[in-house]
């Protein structure tokens, strides 16, 4: 990857908050994170809960930023927004940088073709496509001794374990994320809808 060995790459960490039955939108934050903990950028978009937009919402974070020095994209699961299924392929193929998908769980939606049939019955198929060409999660051991499972493109999973220690201090949670997530939480708070983000 272009950029992997540099002493300040740059990575585009996105989390989101929304609380189901009582928000029709999700907060999507966007940070700019340096390796070495510096944040240079930041910037919002929401998304609708239980929607298919999730993917437009992380490109319009992006194009927002108007950056050419961002080396790395970080997602918090590729579903999110009760069932918003980010479609991985389409960010890479649009951005052209790697992208790296963390979640934290042994088990993801083991059954989530029925759930998908269950709730969403006039686009049901269109997630099951989309959530099967994201790929299967492989298991990853950071530096700090924690287990986390990701999906990769653009890189391989040498350097997506890298990229990850350079951006994890403590715990399983890259900072990017972490820092996404307080700031969206922050903002679905100011909007009275911060509980069980």
């Given at each position: 990857m272009r950029g992997l060995y540099k002493r300040g790459i740059r990575a585009l960490g996105i989390a989101e908050c929304f609380v189901k039955g009582r928000s029709r939108y999700s907060i999507l934050a966007g940070?700019?994170?340096?390796?070495?903990?510096?944040?240079?950028g930041c910037a919002m978009s929401r998304i609708t809960v239980g929607g298919l937009d999730a993917t437009e919402g992380i490109l319009q974070i992006y194009r927002s930023l108007r950056r050419s020095d961002i080396n790395i994209l970080?997602?918090?699961?590729?579903?999110i927004a009760w069932y918003n299924v980010i479609d991985l392929q389409r960010l890479y193929?649009?951005?052209r940088i790697p992208i790296i998908s963390v979640t934290y769980e042994e088990s993801e939606f083991?059954?989530?073709e029925d759930l998908f049939r269950k709730y969403f019955p006039q686009d049901w198929e269109k997630r099951v496509e989309i959530y099967r060409r994201n790929g299967e999660r492989v298991p990853v051991v950071l530096k700090t001794g924690h287990k986390v499972f990701v999906?990769?493109?653009g890189i391989d999973k040498w350097e997506c374990i890298q990229?990850?220690?350079?951006?994890?201090k403590a715990g399983a949670v890259p900072?990017?994320?972490r820092v996404a997530r307080l700031i969206a939480?922050?903002?679905?708070?100011?909007?009275g809808a911060d509980r069980g983000c």
């Amino acid at each position: 990857m272009r950029g992997l060995y540099k002493r300040g790459i740059r990575a585009l960490g996105i989390a989101e908050c929304f609380v189901k039955g009582r928000s029709r939108y999700s907060i999507l934050a966007g940070v700019v994170m340096r390796s070495d903990g510096v944040i240079d950028g930041c910037a919002m978009s929401r998304i609708t809960v239980g929607g298919l937009d999730a993917t437009e919402g992380i490109l319009q974070i992006y194009r927002s930023l108007r950056r050419s020095d961002i080396n790395i994209l970080m997602v918090s699961g590729c579903i999110i927004a009760w069932y918003n299924v980010i479609d991985l392929q389409r960010l890479y193929e649009e951005l052209r940088i790697p992208i790296i998908s963390v979640t934290y769980e042994e088990s993801e939606f083991e059954n989530f073709e029925d759930l998908f049939r269950k709730y969403f019955p006039q686009d049901w198929e269109k997630r099951v496509e989309i959530y099967r060409r994201n790929g299967e999660r492989v298991p990853v051991v950071l530096k700090t001794g924690h287990k986390v499972f990701v999906r990769f493109l653009g890189i391989d999973k040498w350097e997506c374990i890298q990229i990850l220690n350079k951006f994890t201090k403590a715990g399983a949670v890259p900072e990017p994320l972490r820092v996404a997530r307080l700031i969206a939480r922050a903002a679905a708070r100011d909007l009275g809808a911060d509980r069980g983000c």
